[in-house]
């Protein structure tokens, strides 16, 4: 049998990018191509870290830091395609692929971060990191990478490296039981009904029920099952109690039912092995250990921002729960209010209140000129245009090529854009990289793109958008000016390359600007009269936005309270259940709602470790892009030069270049507070 022939990475059209614009020459790229330019790539990579590791010269910047950022080029470009493709437009090969790369790539990169002799080089340039004069951000850089060389163990003995790797496989499977046993309750529970029992169920509710019947082998039945896609509209529109009841007490008991699958044990030996590897790298709780390289840092800076909005909340949810009350007793109900009736008299209520249908607002939310929006924004604010070149290709046809360019006229790089929904993409909408933005050696111009999963219309016509998808794209949009407009040196903070509680600030501020009237007025038009958006459509629409916010924001503050309690001790409870149940009693969690997530099945912090003390990230962010609009507001106006500078010099360009509280400061003047993210909930 003939050898296979060994790769040649710097002739390959995945490794060395010779197509139109700087791209990837996709038409010379083949399916069987990964494979082998990968074990390549890996390789080359693993002579580059020797290379470094065992160089006999005294280590310096350039020949241990910059040469560890700028190694392993080939193997960017080859996963970058890959992942991209992984997501946009897989098939079963490339799924096969998947899964005999992740494990390859894992032990990779762990087997660097292990490496004993690249580790004694960091730390000894990090040792004589203030003799040897370094501007700002190659500190920065310096010190990120010494914390997670010793975050991953490099400072341990021997002993302690090889109980670590024993924490971390352990949880690693105990993390994959948590999900499994979750999505085993969620699968074996269903409560079968008829159509007599359907009072209330608008039609898509109806349909999405049937079709979950007949795949549970009870053709013509309706089952009610435990994905929130079909428990929280049946929760909110079923009008019979009992049956809401019923569905209540399953959903909230999920991973909690005895047996095999129950997660109590899982959940207790996960936070004793947390609390354990914390102590072994020398942290005072797992919380510390999670928050070090965060922009909240501690517990107690989570704390500062949670504890008043709960308060709020729950005085909110309080007077909330007086209306739908009265509500209750006016359409004949004389039953005690119970969690299983908050979200069937809220939806009475909001009805009653803002009664307007989606439908109406759609035909002034077409694609093209949301895109149009989100560019015409960035015109603004920040200089930057874009120009859109045809018949470039790329990993699909549907996939639309923007330069952007400076004010100047200069080119800064690429822009895609894979708007809409296939079979052979994953679902929801993501930013990433096929490169990001540096300056370090010869530098890289970022290529950037998005994707969306928005319904193809037919040949000829104009997609149209819902509310929530023209702010999806806004969000998305935001992600990629972080990657497109960075201005950094160092590779590995470059773009959005920042702490998990600052990423989602770039995004979720940028959705602020689709609903500025004057965006809206320009391109919230009639797909076929041309007309603006009425007033009245505005205004229905963004009152509708703070409705039911003290419930929202108390199921959702309560499991972030909750992850901070089990996160932020030394040991571990030995009950985890009886101290869920004792932390909410101390917060006088009101009895008419339910955690989001409780214990067993907070798939977050147990099914895997993304966001263990870290659930407060999701408004964390909404702090900060609250107070960073309002920041805007006060000006008077939303495009304000000045300050759209200041954010574009601090947050957008800057990457993780320095502390994001630093950024953060640079840009407002001070902290964020809470105030503006409680006023746009409308909880104050
Ligand atoms: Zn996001």
Redesign the pocket.
């Known amino acids: 049998m003939p050898m296979p022939s060994a790769v040649d990475l710097a002739a390959h059209p995945l490794t060395t990018w010779q197509g139109p614009l700087g791209l990837p020459d996709f038409t010379r790229i083949g399916d069987g191509d990964f494979s082998g330019v990968f074990d390549a790539a890996l390789t080359a990579h693993e002579a580059e870290i020797e290379a470094i590791a065992g160089n006999a010269e005294t280590p310096t910047i350039e020949n241990t830091l910059a040469a560890l950022e700028l190694g392993g080029e080939a193997l960017d470009h080859v996963s970058s395609i890959f992942w991209c493709r992984a997501g946009a437009h897989t098939n079963e090969a490339i799924q096969a692929l998947e899964r005999e790369i992740s494990p390859k790539m894992s032990r990779h990169f762990s087997a660097i971060s292990m490496n004993e002799r690249l580790f004694a080089r960091i730390d000894d340039l990090y040792q004589r990191r203030d003799a040897l004069k370094l501007d700002a951000e190659t500190l920065q850089v310096l010190e990120k990478t010494w914390k997670n060389f010793v975050r991953s163990g490099a400072r341990l003995d021997a002993k302690g490296k090889k109980r670590l790797a024993a924490i971390n496989e352990e949880l690693s499977s105990l993390g994959t039981n948590f999900g499994q046993n979750l999505l085993a309750d969620e699968r074996d529970w269903a409560l079968f009904l008829d159509a007599a029992d359907l009072a209330g169920l608008p039609e898509f509710l109806k349909s999405a029920m049937a079709e979950a019947a007949e795949t549970r082998g009870q053709k013509g039945r309706y089952a009610v099952t435990l994905s929130r896609s079909i428990y929280e509209p049946f929760s909110t529109f079923s009008e019979r109690r009992d049956l809401r009841e019923i569905a209540f007490r399953a959903f909230t008991m999920r991973g909690q039912n005895g047996g095999a699958t129950d997660n109590t044990a899982v959940v207790r030996d996960m936070l004793r092995l947390r609390a354990e590897k914390a102590k072994l790298l020398g942290y005072a709780s797992y919380a510390a250990l999670k928050l070090d390289d965060t922009m909240a840092k501690t517990p107690q800076a989570v704390h500062k921002l949670l504890d008043p909005v709960w308060e709020k909340a729950v005085e909110k949810a309080a007077s909330d729960q007086i209306e739908l009350q009265r509500l209750a007793a006016e359409t004949g109900s004389n039953e005690e209010f119970a969690a299983w009736d908050w979200r069937f008299y809220q939806e009475k209520l909001r009805a009653e209140k803002f009664a307007f249908d989606e439908a109406e607002l759609k035909p002034y939310l077409q694609l093209d000129r949301i895109i149009d929006a989100c560019f015409d924004v960035a015109t603004k604010l920040f200089g930057i245009s874009f120009e859109e070149k045809q018949g470039i290709a790329t990993w699909h046809p549907d996939t639309r090529a923007f330069v952007v360019k400076n004010a100047d006229g200069s080119e800064r790089g690429l822009f895609l854009a894979d708007y809409f929904a296939r079979p052979s993409k994953r679902s929801g909408a993501?930013?990433s990289a096929l490169k990001s933005g540096y300056k370090l050696g010869d530098g890289s111009r970022p290529v950037i793109y998005n994707i969306m999963n928005f319904a193809k219309p037919p040949e000829g016509e104009a997609a149209l958008l819902s509310v929530d998808e023209a702010k999806t794209l806004f969000?998305?949009f935001?992600?990629a000016l972080h990657g497109m407009l960075t201005e950094v040196t160092w590779p590995s903070v470059a773009g959005t390359s920042v702490s998990r509680d600052f990423?989602?600030l770039p995004?979720?501020l940028y959705e602020h600007w689709l609903t500025v009237p004057a965006v809206l007025e320009k391109h919230a038009l009639h797909v076929k009269t041309g007309k603006p958006m009425p007033k009245a459509l505005v205004d229905k629409m963004l009152a509708a936005r703070t409705f039911g916010a003290g419930f929202a924001t108390v199921e959702f503050t309560a499991s972030a309270l909750v992850d901070m309690a089990y996160h932020a001790r030394p040991d571990a409870p030995e009950e985890p259940l009886r101290f869920e149940a004792e932390t909410l009693e101390k917060l006088k969690m009101p009895d008419t709602i339910a955690m989001r997530h409780r214990t067993p099945h907070f798939g977050h912090i147990f099914a895997g470790d993304g966001y263990s003390a870290g659930y407060y990230s999701y408004m964390w962010s909404e702090v900060l892009d609250a107070d960073a609009f309002a920041a805007f507001e006060e000006t008077g106006d939303p495009f304000n030069p000045a300050l759209a500078e200041r954010l574009r010099k601090n947050i957008y360009a800057a990457g993780g270049s320095k502390d994001p509280e630093e950024l953060y400061t640079a840009f407002r003047g001070k902290m964020p507070s809470p105030e503006a993210m409680m006023v746009k909930r409308g909880l104050v």
């Open positions: 993501w930013m969000h998305e935001g992600h990423v989602e995004s979720q």
